[in-house]
Structures are given as structure tokens and as C-alpha cells.
């Protein structure tokens, strides 16, 4: 088996990791956050699709190490695979993280080595810029003297049906031998790899699942707030559409979206057009700010109701992105909270996935039923499995439900 390093142990990064090392093989993961280096070396988890007891068995077997510093396990690595974020940065691709990997992973670069991309991009990325970078902290040339593919991550963090070991994997690389090394690698991994003719073609893939996405969650929002205005369910609508049994997803309305893809990854393919092609992405923009609309519509409704029922204590339900996940980034909850606080409400949040929040006071899990009563308004942003629905609709004086998670009744209001 090959020595794999890991840059990034994140959402993605770190179940990859984990999967290599059950896989065999011998797994140096390297991430910039200290706290998250020492949670590892101790065996805690701090992702969702990683146990504790999958983390401390391979920790135990010395399959896989963690660190915040490069160290001599990088000499010699057969597979190195960058994980790292890129977000935008005034509604510009900021892709500073994937060369600073790159260039890490470039000065211990040695012959016949693999690198692939897994972070999402702008199609040319990997044939561009980290070629760039390897080859000038190496002194080797990609696809002659080292691999170089790209991979696009698929993990959909807690879904427990698609995990990353069956949901079907891109790979690709610049040369055919470096297809071959790197479909090797995740054969290894995975259940099933899908070759691609190029680094291009995957990245862009990547991106047009995720501007499907994103289209489809910004229709059905759309569709919702038009069904609301003409009094009409939309939950309703969603389910009669889906006993048609063809050309139909079942997508539904909500907060908005979030998360480290959707909310980013299109506008990357956006920013693309209008730089290289001097054009729009109409349907891209469009459902960005769609979406983006939906926390200020969220606040809208809290303060229409509150104004009929009195009051200005409001408990939000969930400020994690998606259900039985602890991750804020691009969080809907975050703008809906920071829209309700700037229309001088008093905000209070629950969330027992979460394990750092400042911008309101957190209310503990156990404190959350009894505490009901005493909030004038209570929103469902994120319908976390660890929240009792029932007693929310039993207990509470009024709900604003964002999830269609309670069930209805006098004083459950949907959005």
C-alpha cells in the first residue's frame, strides 16, 4: 500500500483520510488548525462521518498520524491529496490555500509521485496554477516526472446513505498514466471511481451538480413564497409533483442554503464567465440571489408575527447549515439570527451540534422544553433530529416553522 499525505482534515479531508488508512494504507494528514491537530492525536472526532472508535483504531494501528507542521513522513509520500478550503473573497475565487498546499507538498515532491485536487474550482486550475506551483518547488514536470489529477469531493457530511466510500468517484489526471495511478489509489478507497478525459471536464463537473443544486433549492424557494401569498401549501405542491414518477426531484423550500458548496461553488463558474467569457451565468446568479434573499424574508415573517402576537423573544432552533451536522459555514441561520437581532429582537439559539457560538446566548439541549413557554416566538431553522418537534408544537406559544418539521396546529406558522 502507498504512503498517503492529506492536506486539510476537514469536512472532507479527514474522512478521506480515515477511509485511506482502514484501506491500509499509511496516512500523514496535515492541517494548519492546532486545536484540530491535538482533538485527533487524542482520538476525538470533530466531524460527523468520523467515530471516535474509527479514529482511535487507526491511531492504535499507526496507520495514521496527524500534524500541524510537515514532517519527515512527507519525504517520501506516494499519493498526496489536497483537501483545503476555497471561498470567495469579494465574489472572487480565493484559491490561497491550495497553492500554499501545493507548494508544500511540492518541496517533498519526488519521482513517480501522485498529486490530486480534490477542492473545488474553476475548470483549469489543476493544469494551471498547481502545475505551476509543484513544478517550481520540485523542479519536476507534471506528467512526466509526477501524476497531477483532480478528484472533486462528494461528501454529503452526515448523510448516512451516501457515505464516501458508495458515492461514485470522478477521477481524473493529465496524462493516462496518471489517470491510472490516480484511479488506483481511490480504487482502493471507494466502491466505484468514474474516469473523466481531463482535469477540466471534473472540474466543472463539480460545478454543475452544484449550480443543479442550487437552482433547484432557489426554485422551490421561489415557489414557496408565491404559494404562501396566493394561500396555497407548498408542501402540498412538492408532494402531488412527486407521484408524476419521472423527470421529478424532490427538492424543498427552506431558510436558505449553506454549507462549504453550495452557496460558493457556483459563483465560482460565474466568476469564470464573465472574466474568460465576458458573459453572464444568468441561472447561477439568479438562484445565488434568490437564496440569499431567504434569511431576509425568514426575519420579515418573525416580526409580521410577532407583531400580531406581541412580544420579542425569539428562540431559534438549529444554527448549523444542515440536520445532525455541526457546521457554520454559510449557515442560513447565521443571516437569519443576524436579521432578527437587526430588527431589535431578543435572540436566543439552540444547538447541541454546534460547539462554538458568539453572536447570541446559547440555550442548552436539556434546557430547550421547559425553556418554550417563555419565548414569545420560536423559529425552525435546522430540523436537528436531537429537537422534540412534538413537544415544540405542544409547548410552544408560537412557531415559525422553516423546515416543515412540526406538525401543524393553531400556532405553527410555516414559511
Known amino acids: 500500500m502507498s504512503r498517503v499525505v492529506v492536506v486539510g482534515l476537514g469536512y472532507v479531508g479527514l ?3 480515515v477511509r485511506a488508512a482502514q484501506a491500509g494504507h499509511r496516512v500523514f494528514g496535515l492541517d494548519l488548525d492546532r486545536a484540530r491537530v ?10 460527523e462521518d468520523v467515530t471516535n472508535e474509527e479514529l482511535q483504531d487507526v491511531l492504535a494501528r499507526g496507520v495514521f498520524r496527524a500534524s500541524a507542521e ?4 512527507l519525504l517520501h509520500f506516494d499519493v498526496g491529496v489536497i483537501v483545503v478550503p476555497t471561498p470567495l473573497r469579494a465574489g472572487e475565487p480565493d484559491l490561497s490555500c491550495v497553492e500554499a498546499a ?4 511540492g518541496r517533498f515532491l519526488r519521482r513517480g509521485g501522485t498529486v490530486v485536487l480534490e477542492s473545488t474550482t474553476y475548470p483549469g486550475t489543476t493544469e494551471g496554477m498547481l502545475t505551476q506551483v509543484l513544478e517550481e518547488e520540485s523542479g519536476l514536470l507534471a506528467g512526466r516526472d509526477f501524476h497531477l489529477g483532480f478528484s472533486p469531493e462528494r461528501i454529503d457530511p452526515g448523510n448516512r446513505v451516501h457515505t464516501l466510500a458508495n458515492t ?16 488506483g489509489f481511490y480504487d482502493t478507497v471507494v466502491e466505484h471511481t468514474v474516469p473523466v478525459s481531463n482535469p477540466r471536464t471534473a472540474e466543472i463537473t463539480k460545478l454543475f451538480e452544484n449550480v443543479q443544486a442550487n437552482t433547484n433549492i432557489a ?9 404562501r401569498l396566493l394561500d396555497i401549501d407548498v408542501w402540498e405542491v ?26 460558493v461553488d457556483p459563483m465560482y463558474l460565474a466568476w469564470l464567465a464573465r472574466e474568460e467569457l465576458g458573459r453572464p451565468f444568468r441561472f447561477a446568479e439568479l438562484a445565488q440571489q434568490v437564496n440569499e434573499e431567504r434569511p431576509v424574508l425568514v426575519a420579515q415573517r418573525a416580526v409580521e408575527l410577532l407583531a400580531g402576537a406581541g412580544g420579542n423573544r425569539v428562540l431559534v432552533l438549529g444554527t448549523a447549515y444542515k440536520p445532525n451536522v455541526g457546521d457554520v459555514r454559510e449557515s442560513p441561520a447565521v443571516d ?33 422544553v421547559p425553556s418554550l413557554p417563555g419565548f414569545d416566538l420560536v423559529v425552525v431553522v435546522t430540523d436537528h433530529d436531537d429537537f422534540d418537534f412534538e413537544k415544540v408544537a405542544s409547548e410552544a406559544r408560537l412557531v415559525l416553522d422553516c423546515r416543515h418539521a412540526v406538525r401543524a396546529s393553531s400556532n405553527v406558522v410555516r414559511l
Open 15 to 17: 474522512p478521506l483520510a
Open 38 to 47: 491535538e482533538a485527533l492525536r487524542s482520538g476525538r472526532t470533530y466531524v
Open 70 to 73: 510537515p514532517a519527515p513522513d
Open 102 to 105: 501545493g507548494r508544500t507538498l
Open 168 to 183: 461514485p468517484k470522478l477521477v481524473s489526471a493529465t496524462t493516462p498514466e496518471g489517470l491510472a495511478a490516480v484511479r
Open 219 to 227: 426554485l422551490v424557494n421561489e415557489v414557496a413564497e408565491l404559494c
Open 238 to 263: 412538492v408532494d402531488a409533483s412527486m407521484t408524476k414518477g419521472h423527470s421529478m426531484a424532490r427538492w424543498t423550500p427552506g431558510p436558505g442554503v449553506g454549507g462549504h458548496c453550495l452557496p
Open 336 to 368: 437569519v439570527v443576524r436579521e432578527l437581532r437587526d430588527r431589535a429582537l431578543e435572540v436566543t439559539v439552540v444547538d447541541p451540534h454546534v460547539e462554538s457560538w458568539s453572536l447570541t446566548p446559547v440555550l442548552p439541549l436539556e434546557e430547550m
